[in-house]
């Protein structure tokens, strides 16, 4: 770590701690500005000022203004919902709540990797704590090849477990497991996923002029030091 990089790095520190930032949001800008320690500081500036952006503001999935296929149940409607918000992921079918918890699933085809690895992160165990009732599996389409598709394959999101609650429960919270996966600036960046996060349907409540602010305190600080 450079002699520059500790100034630079003291100067945001003293700013987030002067803007009141809280700790913890302290803690991950610190964490991942470190991540770039050995990056020129004309560089380490801009990937701060998204780290900061994304440490200020929320990005949180827009309501769902289209229209759900005819007779889908709710737990359908979340699913549908989930796999309409991650670009390159085109919804094929769903069963809902019909006869056993088991019927809970999406089927869907996937035209980008990026968004199946997104999904998968957002639903593992590791990451999510109903992780371990879900599971994707990769289906293939021999009989009734689609025209549009090259090679006929096929995934779907489903629940392995028949206790109701837990379906319910989990689905309520995929959509907040989706959100905060879109708010992980370290989890996007390390995976590079900025196009797939850029074109996923959100609201970023976040003052840019703020931003602005807190980075230009921190250049003037970062002189005087």
Known sequence: ???????????????????????EHIRRI???????????????????????????????????????????????????RVINTIPGMQYISSNGYNNTVEDVKVSFYCKDQSALFFLKHCVDSRYWEYGHYWQIEVMIEDKHPIPSVCIPIYYELKIITADYSIVHDSLNELIKSIEKHLNDYSFINNNQLHDLVDNVSKINEVDIEHVKMIMNAIEELFRKL
């Open 1 to 23: 770590m450079s002699n520059e990089f500790i100034k630079y790095r003291a100067a945001v520190a003293t700013v987030l701690i002067n803007e009141f930032f809280d700790i």
């Open 30 to 80: 610190i964490k991942n500005l470190d991540a770039l320690k050995d990056t020129p500081i004309r560089t380490v500036d801009d990937n701060l000022k998204d780290i900061i952006h994304c440490e200020l503001g929320h990005y949180k999935l827009e309501p769902f203004t289209g229209s759900y296929p005819e007779k889908m149940d709710e737990l359908c409607k979340i699913l549908y």
